[in-house]
């Protein structure tokens, strides 16, 4: 019964080049949502996705940032070019439904450091 | 424009009294409110939540309350234990805006034995 898995729990790249982080729901879960933790901030949201759909992506940067969560695999969270002020905890949380009375239940995150 | 806080950053309780974290918040839209607990290197866990229809929750030494009038809400953690130290968000959500979660900045609770 394994809940949402992250990889990797840490990347570090430098400034230009790409970031990828995966994201594996919980099982039985179809929606997925990644949120960004700046250091001592709250998380802020970025994309909300079902299977092949972006449902909601209100909080994604306009550039540089994409999200996908295709039929087969996990959720990608794409970063291309990183900047330094990149560098945050990413996380991930999946829903068994998109109805409120159902919780999202997070990962563990992914640390990224741009240097 | 910070639609939910938190207003202390930290507090420090003894064991076994009350914990009480708050949080206010200003979108009068929110209709569903959630408190997540965190420690270092792990993801938020669900703790607990309230609709809007209610005014308390309770579940076992967690219980949340809604004060619509005063945009306001509250954890209460009876009694309160050292395993419970760890950063506490308020989140909300609004019925039109899908499951997007608004997250207050956190209180790291600590809980002297």
């Known amino acids: 019964n394994a809940g949402v898995m992250q990889n990797p729990r840490h990347l570090v790249r430098r400034r230009g080049q790409e970031a990828r982080l995966r994201c594996s729901p919980m099982?039985?879960?179809?929606?997925v949502y990644w949120y960004r933790q700046l250091p001592e901030e709250g998380l802020k949201f970025m994309v909300y996705?079902?299977?092949?759909?972006?449902?909601?992506e209100s909080g994604m940067p306009k550039e540089r940032f994409s999200a996908e969560f295709p039929k087969e695999g996990p959720s990608i969270l794409r970063i291309q070019q990183v900047v330094r002020g990149d560098s945050a905890a990413y996380f991930c949380?999946?829903?068994?439904?998109?109805?409120?009375?159902?919780?999202?239940?997070f990962g563990p995150g992914t640390r990224l450091t741009v240097t | 424009d910070q639609q939910v806080k938190q207003n202390s950053p930290s507090l420090s309780v003894q064991e076994g009294r009350i914990s009480i974290l708050n949080c206010d918040y200003t979108?009068?839209?929110?209709?569903?409110f959630l408190w997540y607990k965190k420690y270092p290197a792990e993801g938020p866990t669900f703790l607990i939540s309230?609709?809007?229809?209610?005014d308390k929750n309770e579940d076992g030494r967690f219980t949340v309350f809604l004060n619509k009038s005063a945009k306001h809400l509250s954890l209460h953690i009876v009694p309160s234990q050292p395993g419970d130290s760890a950063v506490y968000f308020c989140?909300?959500?609004?019925?039109?805006?899908?499951?997007?979660?608004?997250f207050g900045g956190g209180t790291r609770l600590m809980v002297k034995p």
């Open positions: 949380a999946s829903s068994r439904s998109g109805g409120k009375n159902y919780e999202q239940y």
């Open positions: 099982k039985g879960h179809s929606h």
């Open positions: 996705l079902q299977k092949e759909n972006i449902i909601d």
């Open positions: 979108n009068s839209m929110f209709d569903y």
């Open positions: 309230i609709s809007s229809i209610k």
């Open positions: 989140a909300a959500s609004e019925g039109n805006a899908g499951n997007m979660l608004t």
